[in-house]
């Protein structure tokens, strides 16, 4: 099995930078995960609504805990932490579903830029695909993948038994593929950016 845990190279990080702005999709690199915190902040103005899916990138970078934790954003987390999910399930579902920003990351991006987002619950799928106004991923550039047969193997063969072990842990229950996203293209100008960090982080 292809070693999905190691970085590649600037010449292919470059390609597939280009091929996902011909899919309407904003990409960039920056070289570690200060660089990515710092542009984060400066893509995000203060105050607005912020929605941090789950995802171990945006936990080892610090970016989740800036996010929700400082009080110069208004974390959508929060405000679904203090909701009562028996009441009020549909209302949480609403608001989790279209926050003016959504940040997350992904499984595997294809050197055609094309991108694959694997979810148990399916909770931040409909964000990304229409319901947020801003979408931003932030991508570790060991996902990048020759094609989508590649990026599936990652999804099945690397990402899954490691978050499985994660869910394990925290949830003493393995994880599922129950919602799989191939993101082809973004038809709205400026709405989805992709930020890759050139470093292993996340998986």
Known sequence: MKDFSQLENKKVIEKT???LRKNGIEAEVVENSEMAKKRIYELIPEGSEVMIMSSVTLIKTGIAKELNESGRYDSVKKKLASMNRK????????IGGAPQYALGSVHAVTQDGRLLIASNTGSQLGAYTYGSEHVIWVVGAQKIVEDLD???K?????????????MKRLYNMPSNVS???IFNKEIVPNRVRLIFINEKIGY
Do not use: C, F, N
């Not at 009441?87 to 609403?94: C, K, L």
């Open 179 to 181: 919602k799989l996203l």
């Open 150 to 152: 590649e990026g599936m």
């Open 17 to 19: 930078i280009k091929a």
């Open 87 to 94: 009441t009020q399930g549909i209302e949480m579902q609403r």
């Open 154 to 166: 990652r999804v099945y063969e690397y990402v899954l038994p490691l978050e499985s072990e994660r």
